[in-house]
């Protein structure tokens, strides 16, 4: 799909306005079979994001903005649809990476006000839930939030003990960075109050943890784990709403953002849904147009496989099969 603008009278000088700059990073083109990557290939790209759905919906590629030396462009979180009418500068080339479903939760209102945007019966099961863990805990649910930098500190390796232990980590390298950069991003994040954090426990060791980045008012739902020994007891839900009670309660926050991508955990929680698209643009060469090429081509494979399993029924068997080889692994 070659990008474009959604209203081809639009000026850059109105788009850019309504963009924020992410930074520039190197950003990795997955290929991967629904979760299980295969290996990835990274451009350096400046990384802008729509943070407001209502002022990006303009939108003009006769030039491009600030690409602070990087080899191209990722613009994330537009609108859907996209409805391609001009094409990039001369020298640039660019398409739809993806388009997805993007859950939020709105934070502006109470606690109370969001639980009851539950049905009587998930209410239920949900408190449910909290109260046998409490029970399993002796009659307190022992967790606790972390956000300043010595907080983090404490939060990081408690947390990547955990994270050793999800299949996402075993099997699909994405779980909770280990790496010096990550911490120092996070440590940074802590020092200007961008980032909230939480661990559940269980007898005192810990089961499982929640990492979520702040940007521009909204909490980012960046990294879940929880240990698969103690997996029948839901430490994940009820360490996601401990979290939501915490958020709500601070009173600071505009949204609780899923990104992109659809799944139980997010539809169960989420209060809305945004149909978004993030668009690649790069400078156009050899290397990128194959590499381009070649990554629509296996999304496009990996699309049509998506749908040959959910018409068989065989999605959710693969993704329990893989849970199954990862604690087979420990």
Known sequence: MTVASLSAST?????ADSLVFRGVRNVPLNFQLGEWRLFSISRRLAVYECA???????????????AHGADGFLIKALPAP???????????????LREYPRHLVDLSTSYDSYMAKFSAKTRSTLKRKLRKFQELSGGVIDWKAYRAPGEISAFLPLARGVSAKTYQERLLNAGLPGTPQFKEEALSRAARDAVRAYILFLHGRPVSYLYLPVEDGSVIYAYLGYDPEVAEHSPGTVLQLLAMESLFAERRFTAFDFTEGAGQHKELFATRVEHCLDVLILRRTLSTAMLSAAHAGFIRIEAALARL?????LRQRLKALLRSLARSRR
């Open 11 to 15: 000026d850059i000088g109105e788009w």
């Open 52 to 66: 407001d759905r209502r002022t990006c919906s303009p939108l003009s590629l006769a030039n491009l903005p600030e």
């Open 82 to 96: 996209f409805t391609p009418s001009t094409r990039p500068p001369s020298g640039w080339m660019g398409r739809v």
């Open 309 to 313: 399993l959910d018409r068989l029924g």
